[in-house]
Nanobody, 126 residues
Framework: QVQLVESGGGLVQAGGSLRLSCIVSGRAFNSFGMAWFRQGPGKEREFVAA????????YYTDSVKGRFTISRDSAKTTVYLQMNNLTPEDTAVYYC???????????????????WGQGTQVTVSS
């Protein structure tokens, strides 16, 4: 298992930007694929973006493509989610997640996640 600690959430106006960070610790952390999920009020937890610790591939849900960017810094064992052009529909608790399932194009299901962070609140005002 790995431990995940998110930070960077907050309140921002529509059109603004935030960068979330997830510090990863634990044995063999780089064996895990890393992802961000979010859960809005009254909604189910949904996949946002994913990345491996090596290689160029990144994966996004359609609603954030072109606005969000997932990246990693292996030396800092940190995964980031840069969120631009935010809208009120992006309001949610954002969770960092780690999975042993191979990442691939498409939606990553929450049931395939091995470890979750505690979540960080993102609120976008109109």
């Amino acid at each position: 298992q790995v431990q995940l600690v998110e930070s960077g959430g907050g309140l921002v106006q529509a059109g603004g930007s935030l960068r979330l960070s997830c510090i990863v610790s634990g044995r063999a952390f780089n064996s895990f694929g890393m992802a961000w999920f979010r859960q809005g009020p009254g909604k189910e937890r949904e996949f946002v973006a994913a990345i491996n610790w090596s290689g160029p591939s990144t994966y996004y849900t359609d609603s954030v493509k072109g606005r969000f960017t997932i990246s990693r810094d292996s030396a800092k064992t940190t995964v980031y989610l840069q969120m631009n052009n935010l809208t009120p529909e992006d309001t949610a608790v954002y969770y960092c997640a780690a999975t042993l399932f191979p990442l691939s194009p498409g939606i990553l299901e929450p049931k395939k996640i091995n470890s979750w962070g505690q979540g960080t609140q993102v609120t976008v005002s109109s």
